[in-house]
């Protein structure tokens, strides 16, 4: 008896079968990728909250619902506003900008594949739904004695803490022994994420802590502040250094013009940026020379800076064209420009009658619009400009979008910083003459209108970048990037 063959199964499949896609991206760039559009969506909501907290000090609102659980409530005040648009900045922006550029630029400069990409991938999402989840709570749990970049719930800022500690262990295991032959960036990020790994932790435990031990609230606010000061000058300078000494000379297509002084640079910054976390600490309970120790490495904090504009200067100095249209040399100039004005405002806030003048006031927080989005902003965007079309692979890029990106951002970021630190030297003076608050109120309305202004055009740059991402991904021509893992020398000098 002869069986006849199933002709079905003769027939050749006509259809390729289903790709299985893994739950956890592992794919190289992914982690870098996901960073990267995290970035530009907190960019757009952050300045949307920037902009929520000046309108608050304009028309006056507080707002309190109760939750109906565990007597939990609702709270919507000035300082928890505040508190938002801070950590949306520093964690959300400017955190994952960050993140992705160590992800992107290690492979690059190490000629390897990341290690451990797929739980890499995962803490893009931890990092995020913490964020997330952490700037809700402000509205809800008790701020205590906390600084802003602090206030959030142990619980949330320990998720950061351990976001950061899967980004770190990859890092680490990347680099390897290769770290003393590294190029300076690697350098640069390699501390700034240990800073932000054990300042979140710290801020976490000292929170926690707080939950068990009823640490006194002058120790949980001294710590806050000085947590708060090191983010800054650890993690977001750091990677402002490191993203400006790799981005600069690629886009360039130049060698940087001198590594002795980009060392140099690396180690003014590793000696003084610890210490000027101890400028924060002014409390009769702190002796003064700790606090003098502090502000005398603040205003140090101004050689690095000038020995990095120098360096890059003299970089670009053969190509002084690209500063004329719009690229990520472009953009590193202004960062640069803001860089210098914000170690100048900083070195000159940390003198003790400039700090009794000022302090308290609105001048901070035009310090740190300055600061976030002037110097280090900007420096992430003209990142995150040259990242784009290499983790899309697809010509884009220099456009009309990105322009508008650069020149949005610069000009907002420059009226609202502006404005805020006038409304600071205003209400400094008023303080000082005693005036009534309805009168310091209507004296101070004129700069918060225009840092309100500043602020949304700083937002529609936002906007802007959202568009560009969404135009790069959907209209944007295939092209062909090198994808490190694949060849080793090639990636290293991609």
Do not use: C
Not at 168 to 173: C, D, E, K, Y
Not at 199 to 225: E, K, M, Y
Not at 240 to 245: P, W
Not at 475 to 488: D, F, L, N, R, T
Request: no cysteine; hydrophobic share 60%; proline share 5%.
């Amino acid at each position: 008896m002869t069986v006849k063959p199933n002709p079905k199964k003769l027939r050749p499949y006509t259809e390729p079968p289903k790709q299985r896609r893994p739950l956890l991206p592992g794919g190289p760039d992914s982690a870098a990728t996901g960073f990267l559009v995290a970035a530009i969506l907190w960019l757009a909501a952050a300045l949307g909250i920037g902009a929520l907290a000046i309108g608050a000090r304009i028309i006056s609102f507080e707002l309190s619902q109760p939750l109906g659980l565990f007597d939990l409530s609702f709270e919507f005040t000035q300082r928890r506003v505040d508190a938002a648009f801070a950590n949306a900045t520093v964690y959300g922006f400017l955190g994952n900008a960050g993140l992705s550029a160590i992800t992107f630029m290690t492979p690059r400069l190490m000629g390897r594949r990341l290690a451990a990409e797929p739980l890499v991938s995962l803490a893009v999402a931890i990092w995020n739904l913490a964020l997330l989840g952490g700037i809700g709570a402000l509205y809800v749990f008790d701020l205590g004695p906390n600084a802003h970049l602090t206030a959030m719930h142990w619980l949330f800022t320990g998720g950061l803490a351990f976001a950061a500690l899967i980004v770190t262990g990859s890092f680490l295991a990347t680099v390897g022994s290769s770290v003393v032959s590294a190029y300076v960036s690697i350098w640069f990020a390699g501390i700034a994420l240990l800073g932000l790994l054990g300042l979140t932790g710290l801020a976490a435990a000292i929170n926690l802590g707080d939950v068990f031990l009823d640490i006194p609230p002058l120790a949980i606010g001294l710590v806050s502040v000085a947590v708060e000061r090191l983010i800054i000058s650890v993690w977001l300078l750091g990677m402002t250094y490191a993203v400006l000494h790799y981005v600069v000379p690629r886009a360039a297509d130049l060698p940087l013009a001198s590594s002795g002084l980009a060392i140099l640079t690396w180690l003014l910054w590793l000696a003084f940026a610890p210490l000027s976390g101890l400028g924060a600490l002014v409390d009769p309970a702190v002796p003064y020379a700790v606090t003098t120790v502090g502000s005398v490495a603040t205003m140090l904090l101004l050689a690095p800076v000038s020995l990095a504009a120098v360096n890059l200067w003299q970089t670009i100095s053969s190509r002084l064209v690209l500063l004329t249209g719009v690229s990520p040399v472009a953009f590193a100039a202004v960062a640069v420009t803001f860089l210098l004005a914000v170690a100048l405002l900083d070195a000159i806030f940390a003198i003790g009658a400039v700090t009794a003048y000022v302090g308290g006031t609105v001048w901070e927080q035009g310090w740190f619009v300055w600061a976030a989005y002037g110097a280090f902003g900007v420096a992430a965007l003209g990142m995150l400009e040259h990242e784009l079309p290499r983790l899309l692979k697809r010509a884009w890029g220099g456009g009309v979008l990105s322009g508008a990106q650069l020149g949005l951002l610069f000009g907002g970021a420059t009226i609202a910083g502006l404005s805020l630190m006038g409304a600071g030297l205003a209400e400094g003076a008023f303080r000082t003459q005693g005036a009534a608050a309805d009168v310091v109120a209507s004296g101070l309305l004129p700069y918060l209108v225009g840092a309100f202004l500043g602020i949304g055009l700083a937002a529609l740059g936002g906007l802007a970048s959202l568009v560009n991402l969404f135009l790069a991904y959907t209209s944007a021509a295939p092209a062909e990037y090198i994808v490190p893992g694949q060849s080793a020398p090639a990636a290293a000098g991609h």
